[in-house]
């Protein structure tokens, strides 16, 4: 069997006790032997201490090293989120831009295709101006021919007089500017109109062609403020337009309205006048606009604007009872 290893404390003890029984050990030392027989066990528990504090400062050195790492992750994982989320803001922020560019591209092409007609009706125009000097000394000639060889050729003078009311005609035609009519919900709009649509919140915009000239490259747009957007605002068939912004007088460039607008595909022809059914006048509807439930102010003003080839543009401004 393994022999226990002799304890140094526990032999010194022994052998002083012998040495004190023979009279070895003087008397006067005796009090330290029995002191340090008496401390031999605080000895003992002193190691255990020792061991035991040496084990803690070791488990608490391993703690405060996890959490020191643990607090760098997660200062690591902060940050890496915060820099995604940037990221991902700064993408929103692209698209965004990306729809207003293509919103805006949308309507200079609109408004290149609206200038390119106006500019072929003034040529137009023009042309018919132009043609006018020419045209009346052939019939100042014809007229002076016919008075002078043939007084009494009815056939002759009613070319002539047809020929006149074909240049008047036209003139006029050249001169002569369309109008019309804006009516939402069946309702005849003038400018500063309060309409109520609480029921429905829906606006049914009709355009009446009052002239007897047919309407070409009809816009309507539509304005409101920017609390009303997109999300507010069912527009289908209309073309969402950039954000409008104050000029003029004043600061400028602070956003102002947020605007959408509807173009007619084909002409409105002007109105006929039959005999027997009295006027006919030809209207135009645009896509239904649908004030969502979601947004939840009471009232709302909106600018309405009407523009066409050769007519006026008319303007109104309609507060919306919702």
Do not use: C
Not at 29 to 53: A, C, H, Q, Y
Not at 115 to 136: D, H, M
């Amino acid at each position: 069997m393994p022999q226990k290893k002799p304890d140094t404390v526990t032999g010194f003890v022994s052998a002083a006790k012998e040495s004190a029984k023979e009279g070895l050990i003087p008397k006067w030392l005796m009090p330290f032997v029995t002191w340090f027989r008496i401390e031999r066990s605080g000895i003992k528990t002193g190691w255990k201490l020792f061991f035991i504090l040496a084990l803690f400062v070791l488990g608490m050195g391993a703690w405060a090293m996890h959490k020191w790492d643990s607090t760098k992750f997660e200062s690591l994982n902060s940050t890496h989120s915060a820099s995604n989320s940037f990221l991902l803001g700064r993408i929103e922020q692209f698209k965004e831009d990306k729809k207003t560019s293509d919103a805006t591209i949308q309507s200079q092409k609109a408004d290149i295709g609206r200038l390119t007609t106006e500019k072929t009706s003034a040529e137009n125009r023009a042309a018919i101006f132009e043609a006018i000097p020419l045209q009346v000394p052939a019939i100042i000639t014809n007229l002076a021919n016919f008075i002078a060889t043939q007084p009494t050729n009815s056939e002759k003078l009613k070319g002539i007089l047809f020929e006149i009311e074909t240049l008047t005609n036209a003139l006029a035609e050249a001169t002569s500017r369309p109008t019309f009519d804006l009516y939402i919900n069946d309702i005849k709009i003038i400018n500063g109109t309060v309409l109520d649509v609480k029921q429905s919140r829906m606006l049914r915009i009709e355009v009446r062609n009052t002239s007897a000239f047919s309407l070409e490259q009809l816009y309507v747009d539509f304005a409101a403020p920017l609390a009303l957007d997109q999300t507010n605002l069912d527009a289908a068939g209309w073309t969402l337009g950039p954000i409008k912004v104050m000029t003029g007088a004043g600061p400028s460039g602070i956003p102002k309205a947020n605007s959408w607008t509807w173009h007619a595909t084909q002409p409105i022809p002007g109105s006929v006048t039959d005999a027997g059914y009295g006027d006919f006048v030809h209207a135009y509807y645009a896509e239904f606009l649908h004030v969502s439930t979601n947004f939840h102010y009471p009232v709302i003003q909106v600018r309405i604007a009407v523009s066409a080839v050769r007519a006026k543009i008319s303007n109104y401004t309609v507060t919306l009872l919702l």
